[in-house]
């Protein structure tokens, strides 16, 4: 008998033992339990008075959670148990890459030989981990189309700031004061931070009617005192710029550089590089493309490739292979310093070279093919349900707007976004980008099945009928999952961090 193939991205089914109220870990502490014993060496013991001067030493006692390994591991998995994950279903999160992370690179960074390395050992009993570095740094360069590259970042937004100070480090060496960066209106948030953060000011420029940079509109502010321009090829609307090779014309030929945002490198893995559409700088988010774990702040990596005229400013010490075979650490010429306490997010290194390594080139540019394929499969199926906001074929996301639905049943691409985790998948990114109104973004990547995409279009016409039959049930959602609807407004404007907070 055949069987119809059931989606295995859908998590609806995910068990849950009750609805009650997780303490905290302070809540759970009983003076004198401990989860952990340090082990017998024989070691005299000394105080922290003879180890720290007096003036580093904190006058009042930091209060700890004192609690058995037993409720600490039971607390943190109950509390894992009302999330979602990758591991859990489709996250269709659109700019965020979440795809599924093959436990493969996990078992790479789960060898000893490689975690139990302490960073500040020295080079000549580091050689593989140095190695590796080095072998990393040669394929993110291929990839990207660059000369070099830095593995310090340990995050996309500090892969932006370590590319503005490299772009204000080339240009202050040529003894040449520039104060602009341009960003588009479609660019990502942390886009104008780091610019300010990099010591320069903001000009944004607009997009124009097909979701793309508006080539007149950036002539227009083009200078002598334009460092540089910002731009996400294929760009936050899931679009590719057609006209990439005259904005990075323009851009030169007033001296200023181009830095690429890689959140959206997925797309194009292994079909084009951004070497070869003229960008200068490349910053790469390790933690999306090249799939290791992240989310909920971290652990993340954001290494930075450079043409070979900025190779003398990455921070350093870089690992580097040495005429003699083998490997050190070596300070570019000019570097601009360390952007890490050490050399990068390791472990996240070693996922990442794991997943270039077992899947290859050829691996790697079907990666793009299926992501392209599944965005544009989706955005297809849903075109009845939620329009692309712009009609034409995306990249490896699809942005499609609710507005119909606000304007037709007063529900919101937000009640949307909330109800669809009813139906066992997670959210796609709203509200953004902020040039399309009521926006749904929706970046199933690579990872997820025909079965599973058909699975989630499904549950969207769902929606959209209960949307326009029994509105309140989508503007109240969710009501089933662990946390009910949160007011999000006064989360962000009221904003209680830590427990302590929440006495004040």
């Known amino acids: 008998m055949t069987m119809k193939a059931q989606p295995g991205g859908r998590a609806s089914s995910a068990p849950l033992l009750g609805n009650g109220t997780e303490p905290t870990i302070f809540e759970m502490s009983v003076a004198g339990r401990s989860a952990h014993q340090l082990r017998t060496t024989h070691i005299p013991a000394k105080t922290l008075e003879e180890l720290v001067p007096s003036a580093h030493l904190n006058p ?21 148990h009302r999330q979602f994950a990758v591991d859990l279903g489709a996250y269709p999160l659109g700019s965020c890459t979440m795809k599924y992370n093959p436990k ?48 310090q970042p340990s995050a996309g937004a500090a892969g932006e700031l370590t590319g503005l100070l490299l772009m204000r480090a080339y240009h202050e060496a040529r003894g040449d004061v520039r104060k602009r960066v341009i960003i588009p209106d479609s660019a990502h948030g942390t886009n104008p931070a780091s610019v ?44 590719f710029e057609e006209e990439i090779t005259e904005i990075a014309a323009a851009v030169h030929e007033v001296g200023g550089l181009l830095y690429y945002d890689g959140a959206n490198l997925n797309a194009i893995l292994g ?13 790469m988010n390790l933690h999306k493309t090249f799939a290791t774990p992240h989310g909920g702040g971290g652990p993340g990596a954001g290494p930075v490739a450079v043409a070979a005229r900025l190779a003398e400013y990455l921070p350093g010490p870089k690992a580097t292979k040495l005429a003699d075979g083998t490997y050190d650490w070596v300070q570019p010429e000019n570097s601009i310093g360390r952007v890490h306490g050490w050399h990068g997010n390791a472990m996240v290194l070693a996922r990442a070279l794991a997943y270039i390594d077992v899947h290859g080139g050829d691996g790697l540019t ?139």
């Not at 639905?405 to 937000?414: D, E, I, N, P």
Request: glycine share 4%.
């Open 60 to 80: 009042d006692v930091v209060p700890l959670a004192e609690v058995s390994e037993r409720d600490l591991v039971a607390h943190f998995t109950r509390l894992s």
């Open 104 to 151: 493969f690179c996990d078992s790479v960074a789960a060898d000893p030989g490689l975690n139990s390395v302490h960073p500040g050992a020295p080079a000549a009993l580091t050689q593989g981990w140095l190695r590796l570095m080095v072998d990393l740094e040669e394929k993110l360069c291929e990839v990207t189309g660059m000369a070099a590259a830095t593995l």
């Open 196 to 239: 300010t953060l990099g010591g320069y000011e903001v000009t944004t420029i607009p997009s124009d009617e097909r979701g793309l940079v508006d080539l007149d509109a950036l002539k227009k502010v083009l200078g002598p005192d334009v460092a540089g321009i910002m731009l996400t090829n294929p760009n936050t609307v899931g679009l």
């Open 271 to 283: 079909v084009v590089r951004p070497g070869d559409m003229g960008f200068d700088i490349v910053h």
């Open 366 to 504: 079907r990666v793009a093919q299926h992501a392209v394929l599944n965005a544009n499969w989706l955005r297809h199926r849903l075109r009845h349900v939620l329009p692309a906001a712009y009609d034409r074929p995306c990249m490896h996301e699809c942005v499609l707007t609710a507005s119909a639905f606000k304007q037709q049943h007063s529900v919101k691409a937000l009640d949307l976004a909330k109800r669809l985790m009813e139906k066992g998948f997670h959210a796609p990114t709203v509200y953004f980008p902020l040039i399309v109104d009521e926006a749904l973004m929706f970046e199933p990547t690579e990872t997820e099945s025909l079965q599973t995409l058909e699975a989630m279009a499904q549950a969207l016409e769902e929606i959209a009928v209960e949307a326009a039959e029994t509105p309140d049930l989508v503007r109240n959602a969710p009501t089933a999952t662990p946390v009910s609807r949160v007011d999000e407004a006064r989360a962000a404007r009221q904003l209680i961090p830590t427990e302590d907070a929440a006495q004040r």
